[in-house]
């Protein structure tokens, strides 16, 4: 009894302490986006800069090679196989490193876009640092050493943000974007390293390498849907419509899926290792998807929902008049990550249950779906193109709805229960922004006073919901609240769940 307590407190702990990571993280990439885009880089920049990085990142994401899932998810881990997945990383990412560099001038060519070509390389060459992290970071999630990756995400980013805002003080234009994001993987190579030590692959070794091959072979396949489906937005915009579309395209996207991974994107890496405890032990995974599921949506779809409610004065205040194109993209983009964290860890669960073949498949049709809907889309407007997000969100919970199912044995039922109280809940916490737009002034209008009290207005009322209509993500929420209360002396503030009848 006292094991398994430990062990649930372990998961928590790290859970709060990635969520206060996501938070450290969100706040550099936030206020450096907002100044940024207020005083340096305008739409036209962020969208050459976004088509460079799509396009490199495309080839790039093949570097990863499941080399991370595989030490994180691998039961009989030991120095020889870490060693050998090491030295595969690095020989495969090197490569696609090469490759990237290389492909940089038809790529350049093929948009005809001046300044593009310098942007490209400087982004290519970034990704000769990523395998230096990769292992490293794997063994940390592994180990549940969240402190350590709480560094990571921190430091990376204000490198980023640091190197990217000095350049473009002194007028580099987008190309200050372009160092900005080689900084980061510097960084992260160099503070993962110095977290576990200073692990390389010395003397190299590929003894035993069939197993990483094959495991890295089928998820480099999905990870490259995957970053398909994720970077063809801004490529195909970029050659259908121009780069304005393409900046505004990225401000909305980038902001809904900054503000989405605040809220539940650390929350993945601490269920991987977490789940394949729960399945070392035999333990049925159907129960605590179930309430993991609760505590994603309790908390992203009000999020979102509140960001698409907010997108005009969101947009108009936070960023100034001439982003304001990317209002009506957000919000739609903003309601299409509702459905999308309605199935999370969908990808991490089949391949840690070794369904890997079935999830490709998968892949490869709601990519083709994804792809359609914005080839349609991107014909005729930015804003059709956004809207297509929403269309495809639908689309892909009837793909991928059922075969989890499958997977992890869910009970319909308690899915559905969950998915209704988070609906309701969601509803209730946007419910005071929408009164605010009918009773003091419009969106176009509203200013920071009106939209800040509604907020605060809508959170009160969702905590107030979540506790009444017993929404089981309200446990959570009231553990991690009322430990961080009781330290101020306020634990009375947050009331205990109520019991049920």
Not at 9 to 21: I, N, P
Not at 86 to 113: E, M, R
Not at 224 to 240: D, F, N
Not at 414 to 438: C, D, E, F, N
Request: net charge positive; proline share 5%; glycine share 6%.
């Amino acid at each position: 009894m006292t094991t398994e307590k430990n062990r649930s407190m372990s998961v928590r702990g790290a859970a709060l302490l990635a969520m206060a990571s996501q938070m450290g993280a969100f706040s550099i990439q936030f206020v450096a986006s907002v100044v940024l885009a207020r005083w340096f880089i305008d739409p036209d920049e962020l969208g050459l800069f976004t088509i460079a990085f799509s396009f490199v990142s495309l080839l790039a994401v093949l570097q990863e090679f499941g080399i991370n899932r595989y030490v994180a998810g691998e039961k009989d881990l030991d120095d020889d196989k870490i060693r050998t997945a090491f030295t595969v990383s690095l020989i495969v990412s090197w490569t696609i490193a090469v490759l990237c560099v290389v492909l940089s001038w038809p790529a350049a060519a093929f948009y005809g876009l001046p300044g593009l070509l310098p942007l490209l390389l400087v982004v290519a060459a970034s990704y000769f640092f990523v395998p230096l992290a990769t292992v490293p970071m794997a063994l940390l999630h592994r180990n549940m050493d969240f402190r350590s990756n709480t560094m990571i995400e921190i430091g990376v980013v204000l490198t980023n943000a640091a190197i990217a805002i000095s350049l473009a003080w002194h007028g580099y234009g987008a190309i200050a974007l372009a160092w900005g994001a080689f900084a980061q993987q510097v960084a992260r190579a160099a503070i993962a390293q110095w977290r576990v030590g200073g692990k390389l692959p010395i003397p190299p070794r590929l003894g035993g390498a069939v197993p990483v091959l094959k495991f890295g072979g089928a998820s480099t396949v999905l990870q490259a849907l995957s970053q398909l489906g994720s970077r063809l937005p801004e490529l195909m915009i970029g050659r259908l419509l121009d780069t304005v579309a393409v900046g505004l395209f990225a401000r909305a996207y980038g902001l809904a899926w900054q503000l989405r991974w605040l809220v539940s994107g650390g929350l993945a890496t601490v269920f991987y290792p977490a789940f394949a405890r729960f399945r070392d032990r035999g333990d049925p995974l159907g129960p605590h998807y179930e309430r993991v599921t609760a505590s994603f949506t309790a908390i992203t779809w009000p999020t979102m929902a509140g960001l698409a409610a907010c997108s005009v004065p969101v947009i108009s205040i936070l960023y100034g008049e001439r982003w304001i194109g990317a209002a009506r993209p957000l919000e739609w983009i903003a309601i299409s990550q509702i459905l999308f964290i309605a199935l999370p860890l969908h990808v991490e669960l089949p391949i840690l249950l070794g369904k890997m073949r079935p999830l490709l498949w998968r892949f490869g049709l709601d990519t083709l779906v994804s792809v359609a809907f914005l080839a349609v889309g991107a014909f005729y407007s930015l804003e059709a193109a956004a809207a297509s997000r929403v269309f495809y969100g639908l689309a892909w919970l009837a793909i991928h709805a059922p075969f989890l199912h499958s997977v992890v044995q869910f009970r319909w039922s308690a899915l559905a229960r969950v998915w209704l109280q988070s609906a309701i809940v969601t509803g209730m916490a946007v419910l005071p922004v929408w009164l605010s737009y009918v009773w003091v002034a419009p969106a176009a209008e509203a200013t920071f006073l009106q939209v800040f009290s509604a907020a605060m207005a809508g959170i009160m009322l969702w905590l107030v919901t979540l506790r009444q209509i017993r929404h089981p993500a309200y446990e959570e929420i009231h553990h991690f609240a009322s430990e961080a209360l009781a330290r101020l002396g306020l634990a009375r503030l947050f009331p205990a769940p109520r019991e049920a009848n």
